[in-house]
């Protein structure tokens, strides 16, 4: 059983999945417009499976068939890591677009860090926040590379390619455990020399998930453990100030070490805290008047 998409117009085939030699079941047509389904004229039975077969016009993305097709891809992803260089990895939600007061924010942010530590900014090359600081990064006058995903902001993308960034910057993943691998081995700091963090900007589940597993990779050693690698939470306009009382929470209920979160990230209110404070860790000389110092 699995799920693949193929170029042609938007019909949608749904079987009821028996076992794996029985199909039973009716064909249905009609969904509109990113594979949204108006009507489903097959209930799934208890314990039956249910598989869909998607076609859409511009996509043509196939199930798995063996380990070394995901391998492939995250040798793919090193390669180009290894070509661009590593620096700043964003995460942030696809969602907020240029109206959207965290946009400008996020598009600064890229801009000014990239400017700070000359480095390369990485993301998921993907609509929203990620825009953001790949446009501020290339105002800047700096590099950008991005793995890129078939499916943002809970909509699947109509192309493979990025509407702007030349394909050699950017790679377009079918398997999101390769996309992790990238975007963690991006910040990774191979030598002294290095100038990398991780960002994570205001976002929803897939931004938490990229999130707290860099963390945990941290936490653990797996990052960091030779050259350490600073990790920024951006809350803007008190974002994430909610999870922050839940991490709190947790350590009063001695699911986390007193002390340990704070020890992992640093929390940055403004564009200004996280550049004072990325200055700081890199020992980084002539600070622009308007960033406010912060310890590190």
């Given amino acids: 059983m699995g799920f693949s998409v193929a170029s042609s117009n938007s019909l949608g085939h749904c079987y009821l999945i028996k076992n794996h030699h029985q199909r039973t079941g009716k064909k ?7 594979f949204k389904l108006s009507k489903l004229f097959i209930r799934a039975q208890s314990r039956g499976l249910f598989c869909c077969k998607l076609e859409a016009e511009g996509a043509d993305f196939q199930e798995r068939t063996s380990a070394a097709e995901v391998k492939k891809e995250i040798e793919q992803c090193y390669k180009l ?4 260089g590593r ?4 995460l942030g939600s696809s969602r907020l677009g240029p109206n959207h007061p965290h946009y ?52 699947w993308t109509a192309t493979n390619f990025h509407p702007y960034l030349p394909l050699d910057c950017y790679l377009t993943c079918r398997f999101f455990s390769a996309r992790k691998h990238g975007l963690v081995d991006a910040a990774v700091r191979a030598t002294g020399s290095d100038r990398t963090a991780v960002v994570a900007l205001p976002g929803g ?17 797996r990052i960091g453990s030779m050259l350490p690698v600073p ?17 709190d929470d947790c350590e009063v ?3 986390l070490s007193k002390g340990e979160l704070a020890s992992l990230w640093k929390v940055c209110n403004n564009n200004s805290e996280a ?17 406010k110092t912060v310890t590190k």
Wanted: proline content about 2%.
């Fill in 28 to 34: 249905f047509v009609s969904f509109y417009g990113n």
């Fill in 81 to 84: 890591i290894q070509r661009l």
């Fill in 87 to 90: 620096g700043v990895v964003y």
């Fill in 104 to 155: 400008a924010e996020a598009f600064e942010l890229g801009k000014e860090i990239a400017s700070l530590l000359d480095c390369t900014s990485w993301s998921g090359a993907g609509p929203g926040l990620m825009d953001a600081v790949t446009k501020g990064a290339l105002q800047a006058g700096k590099p950008v590379g991005g793995f890129k995903i078939a499916k943002e902001a809970g909509e």
């Fill in 205 to 221: 589940i897939g931004t938490l998930d990229e999130a707290f597993e860099i963390l945990a990779l941290i936490q653990l050693e």
């Fill in 231 to 247: 990790f920024l939470l951006m809350n803007y306009d008190s974002f994430y100030s909610k999870l922050l009382d839940f991490l």
């Fill in 253 to 255: 209920l001695g699911t």
């Fill in 275 to 291: 550049l004072a404070y990325l200055a700081e860790y890199y020992s980084l000389s002539g600070l622009r008047n308007d960033y």
